[in-house]
């Protein structure tokens, strides 16, 4: 089984990492990381990069395609060559997921319409551009697209895909193995739940305002 995880500029590292550490532990997997060109890619810090082995055209049949979100998301929603990777993979492929805004890439790929998803909070309403149905759930399933909330939950989304593909034992064994046992100081990981003053604070640096195209 081939996972293929894309990169490019200025993506979130965790949106790639939780994948990679979950997904990548299923038996006899074999996950590459895979951009326009091989080198290493900055994610959206600049102080972190990720290296892609394989360039896209080197990878053109992944069993399972994981495209991650971030800042960078917003220059690729025109980006040709990645969307039509995307499409070509995803004709071939057993699964199509993404984290965060990731599934925004999906969607400007014509993957998501009259589907179900999710993304990060902030760009739930950009899906709906798309003909998506968006869904403020951590981790959304329709037919073979997997579609995962914020950045932290593409831990959650390969969990249950391995679940899905390799039975409970072996993703109970995942979990333990990385000790994925959430319990977090604070109580402020959803908009539902964190002090009004915090979600206002994260709408005012949002990239993706009221509902428009987003330009930076």
């Given at each position: 089984m081939?996972?293929?995880?894309?990169?490019?500029d200025?993506f979130?590292?965790?949106d790639?990492v939780?994948?990679?550490?979950?997904?990548g532990?299923?038996p006899d997997?074999?996950?590459?990381?895979?951009?326009?060109?091989?080198?290493?890619?900055?994610t959206?810090t600049g102080n972190l990069?990720?290296t892609?082995d394989?360039?896209?055209?080197?990878?053109p049949?992944?069993?399972?395609?994981?495209?991650?979100?971030?800042p960078?998301q917003t220059?690729?929603?025109?980006?040709?060559?990645?969307l039509?990777?995307?499409r070509?993979?995803?004709a071939?492929?057993?699964w199509?997921?993404s984290?965060?805004?990731?599934?925004?890439?999906?969607?400007?790929?014509?993957?998501?319409?009259?589907r179900?998803?999710?993304?990060?909070?902030?760009?739930l309403?950009?899906?709906r551009?798309?003909?998506a149905e968006?869904?403020?759930?951590r981790v959304v399933?329709d037919?073979?697209?997997?579609?995962?909330?914020g950045?932290?939950?593409?831990?959650?989304m390969?969990?249950?895909?391995?679940?899905r593909?390799?039975g409970?034992?072996?993703a109970q064994?995942?979990q333990l193995?990385?000790?994925?046992?959430?319990?977090?100081?604070?109580d402020?990981?959803?908009?539902?739940?964190?002090p009004a003053?915090v979600?206002?604070?994260?709408r005012?640096?949002?990239?993706f305002?009221?509902g428009?195209?987003p330009?930076?």
């Open positions: 081939q996972i293929a995880i894309v990169l490019y200025r979130t590292a965790l790639a939780g994948p990679y550490e979950t997904l532990r299923l997997a074999e996950t590459v990381f895979v951009a326009e060109r091989t080198g290493p890619v900055r959206d990069a990720l892609a394989r360039t896209l055209a080197e990878v049949s992944p069993d399972i395609v994981v495209v991650p979100g971030g960078g220059p690729q929603m025109t980006n040709g060559a990645l039509d990777w995307i070509a993979a995803d071939t492929s057993t199509t997921t984290v965060c805004t990731g599934s925004l890439l999906l969607a400007a790929a014509g993957l998501l319409e009259g179900r998803a999710t993304s990060h909070w902030l760009a309403d950009e899906l551009r798309f003909g968006p869904t403020g759930e399933t037919g073979k697209y997997v579609t995962a909330a950045v932290s939950s593409g831990i959650d390969g969990l249950a895909l391995v679940g593909i390799s409970e034992f072996v064994a995942v193995g990385i000790e994925y046992d959430p319990q977090p100081p604070y402020a990981g959803a908009p539902q739940k964190a003053d979600v206002e604070l994260m005012s640096q949002s990239r305002i009221l428009q195209e330009t930076t």
